[in-house]
């Protein structure tokens, strides 16, 4: 079952794809973008969010996002709830589908995130939001003055302990091996900071706490022996997995699996553009996301008025 041929798709509705979905409307695209199962991306999972700009007293993940959406469908952007499960963007008309369901569209903005990769406890979905974090840049000034663990060893985990150091009173890294996998200069400067301690060949066991975070149970790796630690926040700094399997064989992806953009928009494919998380696994924040959501939305209008009138002229 195929439907007429739209001027353009937006996969994604974090901040990147409804960003888009807002610019693109209004430019007159009649965007149809897929949300997910679950929109709203990250922030969904976030409770304060006191960085992004036009909140001083802050405001809470979702509904931020909730704004977002509603901002999009105000203008016309189409929001249908279904996650992609097929793309093929060989062909100058673009299509997508949802199970057997075709789209097609002359361009598509792919924003479909990135998902933090989490240590698979209860205790830590339980309190996520609550203390549990993976976003230093965005949570760690909650913790002035205050306990905090970070979990992992490599340059992401090393980045996070030092940012925290600002705020924590003491930071400690727990990781699973006896040696840091970043590389020398971060694990220099992660030794040999004051605040900065080291539980070594251990992993968390589980999260304590009713509604916040109060502490864990860690368990040595070597021994199995089982301890606990009071904190008050923990970090996990494991990595993140961009959302882009769908899309493999159709766009150039890196080796962990972004998307490979010469300018943070263009990829290789005319007509298909990149925001946020799916290819910017430096910044990761709100603010930059909906940037890069603006910046796709004006080069896929571009983009559109370059083709010729009865190709960009879609019904």
Known sequence: MNEHVRKLIIIGSGPAGLTAGVYAARANLAPLLFAGGQYGGQLMLTTDVENYPGFPDGI?????????????????????????????????????????????????????????????LDSETRLRGRGVSSCATCDGAFFKEKEILVVGGGDTALEEALFLTRFGKTVTV????????ASKIMQQRALDHPKI???????????????????????NLKTGELTQRPADAVFVAIGHKPNTQVFTGQLDLDEKGYIRSSDGV???????????????????????????????????????????????AAS
């Open 60 to 120: 809470m993940g979702p509904e931020l996002m909730e704004r977002f959406r509603a901002q999009a469908e105000r203008f016309g952007t189409e929001i249908v709830d279904y996650d992609i499960t097929r793309v093929d963007f060989s062909g100058a008309v673009h299509r997508v589908w949802v199970d057997q369901h075709e789209y097609q569209a002359h361009a598509v903005i792919v924003a479909s995130g990135a998902s933090a990769l989490w240590l698979g």
């Open 197 to 219: 301690g080291f539980i070594w060949d251990s992993t968390i066991d589980e999260v304590l706490g009713d509604t916040r975070v109060s502490g864990v149970r860690l368990r």
């Open 174 to 181: 727990v990781h699973r091996r006896g040696e840091l996998r």
């Open 266 to 312: 263009h990829t290789k494919v005319a007509g298909v553009f990149v925001a946020g998380d799916v290819y910017d696994f430096r910044y990761r924040q709100a603010v930059t996301a909906a940037g890069a959501g603006c910046r796709a939305a004006i080069e896929a209008e571009h983009y559109l008025e370059s083709l010729p009138a009865h190709a960009a």
